[in-house]
Structure formats: C-alpha cells, structure tokens
C-alpha cells in the first residue's frame, strides 16, 4: 500500500494505491493521526488503486468520518472499487458515506 497526501488550504486529499489489510491500516491508520488535524474541513479519499479493505482499514475509514462529523467537515470516496464497494454495503458503511 502506497498513500499519497496533498493538502489544499482546508482539503486533505489522500490517494490510496494498493489494497488495506491489517498492516497497511495500521501504517494509514498513523498516517492519518498526523495529517487529519483540526484545519482540515474535507477530506478526499481516491482509492483507485484499491481492491480490498480488510476490517482494520474499515476502523480508519469510521475513525475519519467520525472525525469529520465532530468537526462539521466532510469525507468523500472516490473511484471505488466494485470489490470495495461491496465490502461498504455489506458492513453498512455505503448507508453513511459519500461515495462517488
């Protein structure tokens, strides 16, 4: 896995390439810790190059939306996956998220 960040004034983009299982979510999972701070208003999460998302990357996922809801901001996925996407509808995670 291969995370990418790009910071635009307010705006976290993230670009994720590779899929997340529990190593990889533990890395992002850090990552995100020290990028996701109050400033951030939206975050946009690109996961092209993602195939699968293991339990562990779906707790960082709530983990950033949970964020964003406490600070009034926004969470937008991107380019998902039909395997990924599956996995967000199984797990309820579709009914909350802003996917594109």
Known sequence: MNVTTERDGNVLTMQINGDISGFEAEQWGSLVEIEL???VEKVILDCTGMKYISSAGLRVLLKIQKKMDLNDGELIV????????DILNVVG???FLTIE
């Open 78 to 85: 991107k380019n998902v996956a039909p395997t990924v996407m």
């Open 37 to 39: 701070d109050k400033d």
């Open 93 to 95: 995670f579709a009914d």
